[in-house]
């Protein structure tokens, strides 16, 4: 009867063990991003949250660009399950569907909307079913999408000479991307998508004379100061831009329904916690590049500004006369975006009012004193 005892007893923590190890759960996702960047930080930060919320029993395995499928791959990879998800951003997708764009909120200044008010059109303004519709119906992908990835407001771009006015970049060769690339070409300048890893070793072969990629710390740490020294912001080609994470459909659908929601919410965590240290980290960034490395940080041009909300609208109008989903969105971000825009414009002081009482910048301060005198 031991014997049996001590067989029942030694069979059950097998069981148990053997129920635990199946209890894990491991997804293999790839970035479009190098493992150098912040934004793959962004992945890597979820990674260590959802392992560290589920108790290590539920992990995923980050990859960076390239190890599995090429940067701009890992859709259909994802779609395929040649990987269980990706960390991306939708303005890599234009090609399938234009709309793909409005998934990152979208070129234009997003009708005056900044990251926390895009933010709320995708979780209380219907973008993020929005989304999974383009993917999931439009596009016949089978893939989860979840919003993650809060990159900007990013930066006009660099150049290899000074910018003074529109006519200054016509006829440029810049590395630019998704639907704001159209936008360039239609004001004059040449563009070339690639990778963020392809666009340093391209500006020092003199295949392209400016970028974009986004500024601060991600532009410090590619090496952009090693190759150009006249930096402009801000832009409004991504003034509110969003990053995704996205999970292939089946391997959603086996997820238990607490996996599926730790998912979201870690993702929205994410997105919060790390904007709020990737400010900082611009911040101290766009220090270094000034006083170690001698980049002129310069304003953009405004004419160059309101030429680009022009050239977009005009662009969106067209492509929504053809495209009824991508009308569908706008309209859906334009009516968010002309409730919580005014109220806010009206609620919240100007972020220059307080900023230049206490941080005056140069100029100001200069015709400040100026009056003094």
Request: hydrophobic residues 45%.
């Amino acid at each position: 009867m031991r014997h049996f005892v001590r067989s029942a007893v030694a069979l059950a923590a097998v069981a148990a063990f053997s129920a635990g190890a199946q209890a894990q759960t491991t997804l293999k996702m790839q970035a479009t991003w190098p493992a150098s960047l912040t934004l793959y930080e962004n992945f890597l930060y979820f990674a260590d949250r959802i392992n560290k919320v589920s108790g290590g029993t539920f992990k995923i395995e980050t990859m960076p660009a390239g190890q599995v499928v090429p940067a701009f791959e890992v859709l259909d990879a994802t779609h395929k399950k040649v990987l269980d998800g990706s960390h991306a951003w939708s303005g890599y997708w234009v090609g399938k569907n234009k709309t793909a764009i409005l998934c990152t909120g979208g070129p234009g200044g997003t009708f005056g909307m900044d990251m926390i008010d895009a933010l709320g059109w995708m979780h209380h303004g219907g973008g993020i079913e929005l989304c999974n519709e383009l993917f999931q119906k439009e596009l016949k992908l089978n893939v989860q999408w979840i919003p993650i990835l809060p990159s900007g407001p990013q930066a006009f771009g660099w150049f290899k000479r000074p910018i003074k006015n529109l006519a200054d970049f016509k006829g440029m060769k810049c590395r630019q991307t998704g639907m704001a690339a159209e936008i360039w070409q239609r004001m004059g300048m040449q563009t070339v998508n690639m990778p963020g890893g392809e666009i340093i070793p391209s500006a020092q072969r003199g295949v392209i004379d400016c970028a974009e990629w986004v500024g601060g710390v991600e532009d410090l740490r590619l090496g952009f100061h090693n190759v150009w020294k006249y930096h402009y912001t801000p832009g409004m080609h991504e003034n509110v831009t969003i990053g995704e994470v996205l999970v292939n459909g089946d391997v959603w659908k086996a997820l238990k329904p607490e996996q599926q929601e730790m998912m979201k919410s870690i993702a929205s965590e994410t997105f919060v916690i790390w904007w709020a240290k990737w400010q900082r980290q611009n911040a101290d960034a766009i220090k270094e590049l000034q006083e170690k490395h001698g980049v002129r940080i310069l304003r953009t041009p405004p004419d160059i500004l309101i030429e680009f909300l022009k050239t977009w609208d005009l662009v969106a109008k067209e492509e929504g006369a053809k495209n009824p989903f991508f009308k569908k969105v706008h309209d859906s971000q334009r009516a968010y975006a002309s409730l919580v825009v005014p109220a806010k414009r009206f609620m919240f002081p100007p972020y220059s009012f307080a900023a230049n009482y206490y941080f005056p910048e140069k100029a100001a301060a200069a015709q400040a004193e100026a009056k003094k005198k």
